[in-house]
């Protein structure tokens, strides 16, 4: 049972964070592109943009393949693709479900911060638990620029009616981080992708679980975030404190 103390705010990404929806984007994109004359885009190429909003990554797949569609066509096509496959089950991870229903039942306001349409996020969560427990939700959609930008997170910060600074955001990219770490937030990193964990955008990191969700402990990110002094681990592993 995880114990409770002081309560900041607590903003999570979405995708790759809280569930494992990132199979899902990638076979959103893979149909989109082939739609478009392009086939055979890999999970090797989709991994490049993950933790990046949408819109900039079509727009960056708009350039790279020379695609005549415009990105808002492109962008309705590819949220349109997701909710298809999105409603067939996304799994959200057992620890941050565990997090999120202690920190909500502590009284810490919480948040979504997403690259995701609007649309996307609230089917992702309304197909979960979570769905009441994170009401309060800002897409890339609603501000001028997603991550790494630190936009998303900014809103919110005000839309919660704190400052950042008294935030603790969660994520699991690169980019995310880093817009975390220029919104002036704390941050908890558990990369998607184990072999990202050396990227520069995750130096701001405070605390960080470089192998991800396969070394997430609640209880460990609970005490970090309310300031509590961490158990003595090895030095070779598990999460990295800064």
Known sequence: MISSAAAPAVVFDLD?????SEPHYYEAGRRLLATHGVPGFTWAEHARFIGIGTRETLAELRRAHRLTASVETLLAE??????????????????????????????HPLAVASGSSRGAIDAVLGATSLDELLPLRVSAEEVPHGKPRPDVFLEAARRLGVSPADCV??????????????????????????????????????????????????????????????????????????
């Open 169 to 242: 955001a969660v994520e699991d990219a690169p980019a995310g981080a880093e817009a975390a770490r220029r919104a002036g937030m704390r941050c908890v990193a558990l990369p998607y992708l184990a072999e990202q964990a050396a990227d520069p955008g995750f130096a701001g990191a405070g605390l960080l679980f470089p192998g991800g969700q396969r070394e997430c402990d609640a209880q460990q990110i609970y005490d970090w975030m309310v300031g509590r002094p961490a158990a003595s681990r090895p030095p070779s592993g598990g999460p990295r404190q800064r």
């Open 16 to 20: 790759g964070t809280l569930v494992d």
């Open 78 to 107: 590819k949220n349109r693709l997701y909710l298809q496959s999105v409603r067939s089950g996304t799994e959200v991870f057992p620890e941050m479900r565990k997090l999120v229903e202690h920190l909500h039942a502590c009284g």
